[in-house]
């Protein structure tokens, strides 16, 4: 009787004990993504070794997994950590209510940062996209103004590294279920990325010989020069995920029209299909077929520099094929490119200087209605795929990742 008991108990069971052994089995394998991030970030990104100041900020305790990862391998190589968590909704209301009298305060607060740590490393965990809407644009422009140098040092002087851990608003966007789109996130961060900056080297080389490029497709015909200009891979030192590399056109030497075909959120503003014109460089005229016309004018002139190009870059990550309202990841779209208008890189610097950063997508994909490029008069690039002998690794045609 007893055994007839625990035979049935068994069998009824048995297809419970079956999908928790799955879902261990897919803990177990995710733990190990986070583990291999984490080292990513800390020994490929910042190389971090003894003595290093490294600060992490990070936005909700969504991701204190990989914070843990991350606190545990840093203080394993004697450098120290300290840890900032930010509540995104807290940090919207400040940027509502933010006022001249206590700006002070928060450049004191920059100025401790970029005087104490060495490298930074900031999780975002995106909630809302509309969370600085009602954001006090006049003054955080005065900070954004008044702390312009310490953000110079800190993006050109100092290690850090910029990751948008998975959350349940990105999984949306991408029209993805979460557990899914969490696992193609990590398995997007964690690509071989010293395998990518082998493959990218002979566009670099092409790009630092190349004087004239011309960009056309869907209402968009643009020339400008890059002559001199130096070519920078991201391959993962800076962004996770990565997979682009840019440089900045001569600064007055931009003219024609630009039309981006992705959504971009800025100011707590949604922006589609936003179109450029240019002449000798500088941005004449502004418009887009979604959004705020009134806003997006507030933007472009918010200062001088923001009528002109900060950077011009590729994308070219084999995994991230469709928008999704993240630039961490648009930006990094395969057969893509980025066109930004404002702030310059000390790396690839034409003089421009702006308190805006706004990185503008346009796909040139035949899904998205093609369009090419072209280095000397010579295509390089089609329906956003590279034509050159020498660049077509960069296609990953027979990737699923980088292997």
């Known amino acids: 009787m007893m055994g007839s008991f625990v035979c049935y108990y068994t069998w009824y069971q048995a297809p419970f004990i079956l999908l928790y052994k799955k879902y261990i089995e897919k803990v177990i394998v995710m733990e190990s993504k986070i583990v291999k991030l984490a080292n990513i970030i800390v020994d490929y990104s910042l190389k971090v070794k003894q003595g290093d100041r490294v600060l992490i900020s990070c936005e909700t305790l969504e991701p204190k997994p990989l914070v843990k990862k991350l606190v545990d391998l840093i203080m394993n190589r004697s450098a120290y950590v300290m840890v900032k968590f930010i509540d995104p909704d807290i940090n919207g209301l400040i940027n509502e209510k933010i006022n001249d009298n206590i700006l002070d305060s928060f450049v004191k607060r920059k100025e401790f940062e970029v005087d104490n740590f060495d490298s930074y490393i900031t999780i975002c965990y995106s909630v809302n996209d509309y969370i600085d809407i009602k954001r006090n644009s006049s003054v955080i422009s005065k900070l954004n103004n008044m702390t312009k140098e310490i953000d110079h040092v800190r993006v050109n002087k100092r290690k850090w590294v910029l990751i948008n851990y998975p959350s349940y608003l990105d999984a949306y966007k991408a029209k993805m279920k979460s557990d899914e789109f969490y ?67 001569i600064k007055d030497s931009v003219n024609g029209i630009i039309t981006y075909n992705t959504r971009s959120v800025y100011h707590g503003e949604t922006f589609g299909n936003v179109r450029l014109e240019f002449k000798d460089g500088r941005i004449v005229k502004v418009s887009s077929k979604e959004g705020n016309q009134d806003k997006l004018d507030e933007i472009f002139n918010l200062d001088e520099g923001a009528r002109y190009i900060g950077e011009f870059a590729l994308g070219f990550n084999p995994m991230v094929i469709n928008p999704m309202g993240d630039i961490l990841f648009d930006e990094k779209i395969k057969g893509s490119l980025h066109f ?50 020498e660049l077509i690794p960069l296609n990953f045609d027979n990737y699923g990742k980088v292997k």
């Open 340 to 389: 930004t208008p404002g702030q310059c890189y000390d790396d690839a610097n034409n003089g421009n200087n702006s308190m805006i950063h706004w990185d503008l997508v346009l796909i040139q994909r035949d899904d998205y209605g093609g369009g090419e490029i072209y280095f000397d008069d010579v295509l390089i690039r089609k329906d956003g795929k590279f034509v050159l002998p």
């Open 183 to 249: 696992e193609y996130a990590i398995d997007t961060m964690t690509m071989d990325y010293a395998k990518m900056n082998e493959l990218i080297k002979p566009l670099k080389d092409l790009m630092e010989k190349t004087d004239k490029v011309r960009i056309t497709g869907p209402d968009t015909d643009i020339s400008f020069s890059i002559k001199g200009m130096r070519a920078v891979p991201c391959t993962g030192e800076f962004n996770i995920p990565d997979g682009e590399i840019f440089t900045a056109p």
